[in-house]
């Protein structure tokens, strides 16, 4: 009997382990527990999560001297899956500020996604972090306009339309808009700020975005 029990035990957790490790992401999601638990992150930081163009800057701290910054960016993340990862990559660090970049994907990932959807994903993912973190600021930075996503802009005008109405009635929490400021007077994506697959930034891309963020760090 108690090897019975035993089997179904390992089964039972087996099983669970599996379950999880099909998740999408969660392996970067484990290097970051992993990276917590050797080398604990300051507490009252700044956390940047979600998605590529976040987890590519990796040297944003050197963009933000004086600021103490957690970047959590994974992936090609959709805000579905920062809302998986919440208890992961947003709850434990206790931070002052969370700056979110997350959207884009949701938009790219299927016809059916609609502004709508992406701004109710986000309404979820804000009282998600209210919730638990009543005063925490939040800022949001706009959906960017990316040469390989031309099609997808005037759904990504207005989820940040949608998104940016939102948060100007919410106390603590502001919208960093990026977007206009990487148009050219064509009104076209600037492709110098980017990369060759044209969707993610270079250099260029991520001095607006420093510009623009800058002036929403909490001190």
Known sequence: MKYLKYLLLLIAATFYINAHAQLPFYDEIQNFKTQD???PPPKNAILFVGSSSFRKWVDVKDYFPGYKIINRGFGGSALPDVIRYAN????????KQIVIYCGENDLASSDTITAQIVFNRFKELFYLIRKRLPQVNIVYVSIKPSPSRE????????ANFLIKKFLASKKQSSFADIYYKMLGPDGKPIKEIFTEDNLHM???GYAIWQKVIRTFLLK
């Open 37 to 39: 638990s050797i080398s």
């Open 88 to 95: 992961d990559i947003i709850f434990p660090y206790q931070s």
């Open 151 to 158: 099609k997808l802009m005037p759904e990504t005008v207005e």
């Open 202 to 204: 270079n250099a260029k």
